[in-house]
């Protein structure tokens, strides 16, 4: 059974049509990457997953266990959430989700303090967050969303901002989750080379669908030929 199945879904705003005709399913454990060009309803979508965006028209389901509740998301950070002034351990404490201010259980911090590790930032947690940099933030934002959740991860542009070796260190990190751990991901991207390396669905959305279905099939079609000649060859 899918976690999450979408139908005839139609996105947009006050009324405007962005995107169309969004049919999709996920199933545990799958890793799918959803591309398409700025404007293409990428992240309108993602908020609809969330039920922060009502859809214009169509249904939204989860199944195999799945709810709102237990979906980790990792937002794009804006300049004011870089400069929030609070600790790593309090940011990642947040992200459970029945936790407040100082009321946390034992399991919870227990949970935080695992997904600290986890990612690698057990050093940093007494740090103040806007001290740390673009990469260290976005591995304590990935811990946060790991507190919430160990079905499916909803990540938007995870590696915006990061240079090199930290976005391959970030695209490690959420590979591993994937694998080794189960975790479903599905992952905004605008990095068509990142999409095909790593993911093994592909969503190609426009006003549109172009395509939905596997990264091997993806390459097959014309768009997908088209745009991994921009964004760069699968390894």
């Known amino acids: 059974m899918a976690q ?10 006050e009324g405007k049509t962005v995107a169309e005709q969004i049919d999709f399913a996920v199933h545990k454990g799958d890793y799918l990457c959803i591309v398409g060009e700025n404007g293409s309803g990428k992240s309108t979508l993602i908020k609809a997953l969330l039920h922060l965006k ?56 227990a949970r935080a303090q695992m997904n600290i590790e986890k990612m690698g930032i057990a050093d940093l947690a007494k740090r103040c967050y806007r001290e740390l940099s673009g990469g260290q933030q976005q591995r304590v934002l990935l811990a946060r969303a790991l507190c ?23 695209y490690d990190l959420i590979t591993l989750l ?23 669905h592909i969503l190609h959305v426009s006003r549109k669908p172009l395509f939905f279905g596997t990264t091997e099939d993806y390459l097959k079609t014309s768009i997908g030929s088209a745009f991994t000649k921009k964004g760069g060859e699968r390894k």
């Open 4 to 13: 999450l199945i979408c139908r005839d879904l139609t996105l947009g705003y």
């Open 148 to 170: 919430a959740t160990r079905e499916l991860l909803l990540l938007d542009e995870p590696v915006t901002g990061l240079d090199p070796k930290v976005t391959l260190e970030m």
């Open 178 to 200: 994937n694998k080794e751990d189960g975790i479903t991901v599905i992952m905004v991207s605008h990095d068509i080379g990142a999409a095909v390396q790593y993911a093994d």
């Open 54 to 109: 009502k859809p214009l028209s169509g249904t939204i389901t989860f199944g195999d266990g799945l709810t709102q509740k237990k979906i980790g998301y990792l937002p794009q950070q804006t300049v004011i959430q870089r400069d929030f002034p609070a600790s790593v351990q309090e940011i990642v404490l947040s992200g459970c989700l029945s936790g407040l201010g100082p009321f946390y259980t034992k399991e919870q911090k």
